[in-house]
């Protein structure tokens, strides 16, 4: 089983739609979470991050984090065409270690 | 305030060869980390240091070596060099002030080995 685990792409929507991305990860002492979002060819660019259970928004994007069933995931509400990157879900257990561990990614295409 | 940069950014490179990379971090940034990806591997944690100091280290090979200056800025070093080398290198700063942690990638460098 792979530590960090998110759903399996290509994921597609309208323009306008809400995207929804998920996460599972396997080790419960983990503390920190992250998305990142990548754009082909560039390195990856932090939209959020959550520490404590419950929901967080930043503009058109809530993370949902939930602790007890390792859960996290990624909402963005009106997707644009220019949301259409890959997403990673990203876990750091100690905070003083520097270590993210990546899922995969999932790869978003919005259409027009 | 200047992003986290790389240098350089393409890189092409012979079988056997050895290869330096260059990061500089976020001015105040303590931590630095290294992360290899690959299209087969994803993004994998190769070392982080801090203080002059490697505190954590991945599952990469003895060819895979770095350091860290009292500047913070950081270099990674591949010797040795093989085909399967071949990934865009990232380095991502932090501040390390424990809890909270986020750490910001810079463009990372794109190294071929023929």
């Known amino acids: 089983q792979k530590e960090v685990e998110q759903n399996s792409g290509p994921l597609s929507v309208p323009e306008g739609a809400i995207a929804s991305l998920n996460c599972t990860y396997s080790?419960?002492?983990?503390?920190?979470f992250f998305w990142y979002r990548q754009y082909s060819g560039k390195s990856p660019e932090l939209i959020m991050f959550?520490?404590?259970?419950g929901d967080k928004e930043d503009g058109r994007f809530t993370a949902q984090l939930n602790k007890a069933s390792q859960y996290v995931s990624l909402l963005i509400r009106d997707s644009q065409p220019s949301d259409s990157a890959t997403y990673l879900c990203?876990?750091?257990?100690?905070?003083?270690?520097?270590?993210?561990?990546f899922g995969d990614g999932t790869t978003l295409t919005v259409k027009p | 305030k200047a992003g986290v940069t790389q240098t350089p950014r393409y890189l092409i490179k012979t079988r056997g060869q050895q290869v330096t990379l260059s990061c500089s971090p976020i001015?105040?940034?303590?931590?630095v980390s290294w992360y290899q990806q690959t299209p087969g591997q994803g993004l994998q944690f190769l070392f982080e240091?801090?203080?002059?100091?490697?505190?954590n280290k991945g599952n990469f090979p003895g060819r895979f070596s770095g350091r860290q200056f009292s500047n913070s800025r950081s270099e990674m070093n591949v010797s040795t060099l093989e085909l399967g080398d071949s990934a865009l290198y990232l380095c991502?700063?932090?501040?390390?002030?424990?809890?909270?942690?986020?750490?910001?990638f810079g463009p990372g460098t794109r190294l071929l080995v023929l």
């Open positions: 991502a700063s932090s501040w390390d002030r424990g809890f909270e942690e986020t750490q910001y």
């Open positions: 080790d419960r002492g983990s503390q920190s």
């Open positions: 959550i520490y404590s259970n």
């Open positions: 990203a876990v750091m257990r100690d905070t003083n270690a520097g270590k993210s561990t």
């Open positions: 001015s105040g940034h303590r931590s």
């Open positions: 240091y801090f203080s002059e100091t490697q505190r």
